[in-house]
């Protein structure tokens, strides 16, 4: 049985930092790619980042690009979400999924394990 336990969740200002971890267990990271998704209250599920299981192909949604950082260790089973400069509308619910393949997907459909998810609140 696959589990993804997100942590790093909390209230940050606007501007502030966070940094997003989940540790798999059941399932090694290193093949697989990697995701992260966001929801908001009324809203539907979003893509933030992904990476690849195999190579360095990495993507972000155009409303973090540049502000955040997904990354990956493979010996702990590990991805990060870096999150910097943050905004009122980073606010949500943010979840950590796997997928069974190597190529990372902005589609939730395509993921197949996910964390509980972690509430990030930015507020002032």
């Known amino acids: 049985q696959v589990q993804l336990v997100e942590s790093g969740g909390g209230v940050v200002q606007p501007g502030g930092s966070l940094r997003l971890s989940c540790v798999a267990s059941?399932?090694?990271?290193?093949?697989?790619?990697v995701g992260w998704f966001r929801q908001a209250p009324g809203k539907e599920r979003e893509f933030v980042a992904a990476a690849s299981g195999l190579t360095s192909s990495i993507n972000y949604s155009n409303s973090v690009k540049g502000r955040f950082t997904i990354s990956r260790d493979n010996a702990k089973n590990t991805v990060f979400l870096q999150m910097n400069s943050l905004q009122l509308e980073d606010t949500a619910v943010y979840y950590c999924a796997t997928k069974p393949t190597s190529r990372p997907s902005l589609r939730p459909n395509d993921y197949d394990y996910w964390g509980q998810g972690i509430q990030v609140t930015v507020s002032s």
């Open positions: 059941g399932r090694t990271f290193s093949g697989n790619a």
